[in-house]
C-alpha cells in the first residue's frame, strides 16, 4: 500500500470510527444516565465474561484474516480468498454455536459462583447469540480490512452503534420495572440486535463484492490447507487474547472484594468502579480510536511490505505510527489533567469524577504507545511475542491491582498505577522485539521535540483555562479540546532535519 493510500484509507476509517465512537461514547452516556453509577459497575462485571468468550470464539480472525486477504489479494489470487471465506465463515459458526450453548446453561452458576452477583445471570444469556453473530461478522470484516473496502464495515459499524442506542432508548422507557437488573439486561438485548444487523448487512455486502473478482486460472488450495493458513496466525492471538482477557477479568471480578478490603461497602465500591471505568476511562482512552483505526490497516500494510521485502518503507512507517501514538497521548493527558471535572460534568452531568478522569488520564501516553506496538508486531507476523508479552503485562497488572487497590489510601486509583506500570514494562519488550527485525532508531531530535511541546501543551492550556474562567463552560471545554490537540497536528508538521531510519 503506497504512502498516500495508508494515509487516505487510514484518515477515512479514523473519521467513521470517530463517527462510530461519538455513538459509542453517546450510548455510554445514556447508559450511565439510564443505568446510574451501581448500574455500570454492575453492566461492567458482565461485560469481561462475554469478552472472555468473544476471545475463545473468534479471537484474532479479523487480524489472520486481513493479513492473508491482502496477500491473496497482492497476487492477485481472488479464488483462494473467498474459499478461505467460505472456509473459516462455516468452521466459526459451528465453533460459536457450541461456545454459545454452553454459556448458556452454565450461565446461572457463571452468575453466582464467577460473578458472584446472580443478577447477571439473564444478561449472560442474552449475550449468546451475539457470541455467534460476532464469530461470524468478524470474518467479513477481516475480509474487507484486508481489500482496503475500510468505508463498509466502518458504515455498518456506524449503523450497529445508532440501532443499539435506539434499542435501549425504546426499551428502557417501555419498561415497567426500573431495577438495576431489568435495565442491565435491556442493555445487552440492545447490543444483540445490533450485532444481528450488522452481521446481515456485512454479509450483503460481501457477496456484492465477491462479484467483482474476475476468474483466475490458479490452483485453489484444499480446505484443510486454508484453514490451518488462518489457524496458525489467529491461534497465538486467541491464546493470547483469551488469556489476557480472563486475567482482565479477574482483575474485574476483584475490584469490588479488594474494595471491600480497602474499606468501600460492596454496592459504594460498585459505583466507585463505575465512575473509574465505566466513566473515567471511557473518557481518557476515546481518542484511542485514532490508534486503532491506523493499527487496523498497518497490519496488512505491513504484510504486504515485507512480503516485498521493502524493510525501509516498513522502517518509516512504524516510527511515524509511534510518533503519532505518543503525540496523541500526550495531548489526552493534558487536556484530561486541565479540565477533569468539567469533563465528567460535559459528558456524564456529574461533579464527582475530576480526580478519576485526572489520574485515569495518566495511562494515555502508554496505552497508546503499546496498543501501536501490538499492531506493529501483528504486521511482522510476531503473534507469538503478542502472546508471551501481553501475558507478561497481563500478570504484572493483576499482581499490582491486587495489592494496590486493597490498600485504604489508594483503592481504585491502584488501577491506573497497575496499567502505567504494565505498560511501560510491555511497551519496552515490545519495541525491543521490533527492533530485532526492523533496525530502526530513534530520532533524538523528535524525542526533543514531543517532549518540549507536551510541555508547552500542558502550560498553554493550563493558562487558557485560567483566562477563560468567565466563559461558559461548555464553549470553554470544547476550546480547550479543540486547543489541546491542535499541539497534537503541530507535533506531526515537524520533521527531522536528516530523514534516517537506520
Known amino acids: ?52 468468550f468473544i476471545c475463545l470464539i473468534c479471537g484474532g480472525i479479523v487480524t489472520a484474516i486481513s493479513k492473508i486477504s491482502a496477500i491473496y489479494i497482492d497476487n492477485k489470487d481472488f479464488g483462494n480468498v473467498k474459499k478461505t471465506i467460505k472456509t473459516i465463515f462455516t468452521f466459526n459458526i459451528m465453533w460459536g454455536i457450541i461456545i454459545a450453548f454452553i454459556v448458556f446453561l452454565l450461565a446461572p452458576n457463571i452468575s453466582s459462583v464467577i460473578i458472584k452477583d446472580s443478577r447477571t445471570a439473564l444478561a449472560l444469556r442474552i449475550t449468546c447469540p451475539a457470541m455467534v453473530f460476532i464469530a461470524a461478522s468478524n470474518i467479513l470484516k477481516g475480509y474487507f480490512y484486508g481489500t482496503a473496502e475500510i468505508m463498509v464495515p466502518a458504515i455498518i459499524d456506524i449503523f450497529e452503534k445508532s440501532v443499539r442506542i435506539t434499542v435501549i432508548l425504546i426499551l428502557s422507557n417501555m419498561l415497567k420495572s426500573k431495577s438495576v437488573t431489568s435495565l442491565v439486561t435491556v442493555a445487552y438485548v440492545a447490543l444483540c440486535i445490533g450485532e444481528f444487523i450488522s452481521l446481515i448487512l456485512l454479509y450483503i455486502y460481501y457477496k456484492k463484492s465477491t462479484k467483482k473478482f474476475p476468474v483466475t486460472p490458479k490452483t485453489l488450495d484444499s480446505k484443510i490447507q486454508l484453514l490451518f493458513n488462518v489457524l496458525v496466525i489467529s491461534i497465538p492471538l486467541c491464546l493470547n487474547g483469551f488469556l489476557t482477557t480472563a486475567l482482565d477479568s479477574v482483575c474485574t471480578l476483584m475490584l469490588p472484594r479488594r474494595l471491600v478490603k480497602a474499606g468501600i461497602e460492596y454496592t459504594s465500591g460498585l459505583s466507585v468502579i463505575g465512575k473509574f471505568t465505566g466513566m473515567s476511562m471511557t473518557i481518557v482512552f476515546f481518542p484511542m480510536i485514532i490508534i486503532g483505526s491506523i493499527s487496523t490497516l498497518l497490519i496488512p500494510d505491513l504484510s504486504q511490505t515485507i512480503n516485498k521485502k521493502n524493510y525501509c518503507a516498513a522502517c518509516i512507517r512504524i516510527k511515524e505510527v509511534l510518533k503519532i501514538a505518543i503525540l496523541l497521548g500526550l495531548c489526552t493527558t493534558a487536556i484530561c489533567n486541565t479540565i477533569p471535572t468539567e469533563l465528567g460534568y460535559m459528558f456524564y452531568n456529574r461533579y464527582d469524577l475530576g480526580s478519576f478522569i485526572r489520574f485515569a488520564s495518566i495511562c494515555a501516553p502508554f496505552v497508546y504507545c503499546l496498543g501501536s506496538t501490538y499492531g506493529i508486531l501483528n504486521g511482522i507476523s510476531k503473534q507469538s511475542i503478542i502472546l508471551r508479552n501481553s501475558l507478561i503485562g497481563a500478570v504484572i497488572e493483576t499482581s499490582c491491582l491486587y495489592v494496590l487497590t486493597g490498600i485504604p489510601s489508594i483503592n481504585i486509583f491502584g488501577y491506573s498505577i497497575s496499567v502505567v506500570l504494565s505498560s511501560i514494562i510491555v511497551l519496552f519488550l515490545n519495541i525491543k522485539e521490533i527492533k530485532r527485525h526492523i533496525n530502526f532508531r530513534f530520532d533524538f531530535f523528535q524525542i526533543i521535540l514531543i517532549f518540549l511541546l507536551s510541555i508547552l501543551c500542558f502550560l498553554t492550556l493550563r493558562l487558557t483555562n485560567g483566562l477563560l474562567l468567565d466563559v461558559h463552560s461548555t464553549f470553554k471545554n470544547i476550546f480547550i479540546i479543540l486547543l489541546g490537540f491542535s499541539f497534537f497536528f503541530i507535533g506531526l508538521i515537524f520533521k527531522s532535519p536528516k530523514n534516517e531510519y537506520y
Do not use: D
Open 1 to 52: 500500500m503506497s504512502n498516500k493510500s495508508f494515509y487516505k484509507n487510514s484518515f477515512m476509517l479514523i473519521l467513521s470510527n470517530l463517527t462510530t465512537g461519538v455513538l459509542g461514547f453517546l450510548f455510554s452516556i445514556i447508559l450511565s444516565r439510564s443505568l446510574g453509577a451501581e448500574g455500570m459497575g454492575l453492566y461492567g462485571l458482565v461485560m469481561p465474561i462475554y469478552n472472555l
